[in-house]
């Protein structure tokens, strides 16, 4: 089944057609009207209420469908997660730096949402996972204590904010650290800021990559004096180059950067936000909620299950989502039966030229909805194909 699938016009998305999002939509809707002044952040696959995609062919939402047909989902989708689509599937392009965050554990969700609905609106986590589809940029997870401690003694504003907390135990360093940072008073850190950003204009290139400075300059034009743009020395700095992927547990802190990325995740929206953004920020409940373990830029990298010689499963331990990774050349392969799920799938187009059912168009943004245990057959594969899966992990990962 065909879907049409809705834009989120957020305000850190690329512009017209510097979004791989609107070039996507644009191939495959006749009635998408491009604007160059519009940011087109996110493409959103799925039955979130704030969302939904619906049938192409019927207008009806792909929710209703899933209501009526449970069985689409697979016995065991369906039964574990009460007749309902357990992910969310996403396109991103980002121009400009998501807030600082970390998403709360299922249990922490629920509790968060019975005390503060208006904020937190759903009851359930909202483990994540990244693909880039072009070099991409991210914050993740708190680097090595080492070279945070290294960073705080020798960036003199930065050790001012800290106040000597940096001689404390390792554990206690980086929370109280972490912390002072985030709530450090506004004018303070405008001063801080400013500060930094001036001596950093007076590096040479090696003095800048050991600082991040550009980094630091461009979040600063982006968030001027935000208290997260400090968060560079405390969190990895990745650049993924495309078919990488990144992984994002429960109270992982993180921030999405620059560029394009495929992202599936369970399907809530609860975020706890505590730098880089205009919007509300609960630095309290963050710093609290945090997985405080130092690691390297290279343990963040998750790696994919090889499948068949087409295919990558990227398979987090959550039961809620799976990506499969498809790339079919077409020089030597004209044909390929994708593998057989047990979970219902979303599956997206990025790239290529193919057919599918012998006589169906698979062309960029083309976004199907497949059935358990359906198995779609492609065809005339004229231009390298690479599409996108998302799952329900329900084989290999146990409720």
Known sequence: ?????????????????????????GNVDKNFNLSKDVP????????????PSMIKNSGESLSSVISNHPEYLGEMVSKMFSNQL????????????LSIQAHPSKKHAEDLHAKYPDIYKDPNHKPELAIALTPFEALCGFRPINEIRKFVKEIPELSS?????????????????????????????????????????????????????????????????????????????????????????ANEPHAYLYGDCIENMACSDNVVRAGLTPKFVDVDTLCAMLNYKGENPSDKIFQPIIEDQFTKLYKP???????????????????????????????????????YNKTEALIPGKTLFIPANDVLEVSDVTEDLLIYQALANICECKK
């Open 317 to 355: 331990p959550v039961i809620d989502f799976a990506v499969a990774g498809i790339k079919i050349p077409s020089l030597t392969t004209k044909s390929y039966q994708l593998l057989k799920r047990e979970s219902a799938s979303i599956l997206i187009v990025i790239s290529g030229n193919a057919k």
């Open 1 to 25: 089944m065909e879907l049409e699938c809705k834009v989120q016009n957020y305000a850190w998305g690329k512009k017209g057609s510097n979004s791989l999002v609107a070039a996507l939509i």
């Open 86 to 97: 357990p992910f969310l599937f996403k396109v991103l392009s980002v121009d400009k730096a």
């Open 161 to 249: 904010i800290i106040d000597g907390q940096e001689v404390e135990n390792d554990d206690l360093f980086l929370r109280k650290a972490f912390r002072s940072v985030l709530t450090c008073e506004k004018t303070m850190m405008a001063e801080t800021i400013q500060n930094i950003t001036q001596r950093y204009k007076t590096f040479d290139q090696s003095q800048k990559d050991l600082y991040l400075a550009d980094l630091v300059i461009r979040l600063n034009d982006e968030f001027p004096n935000d208290n997260g743009i400090l968060m560079v020395y405390f969190l990895n700095y990745l650049q993924l180059q495309p078919g990488e992927a990144i992984f994002l547990a």
């Open 40 to 51: 087109y952040a996110e493409l959103w696959m799925g039955t979130h209420v704030n969302a």
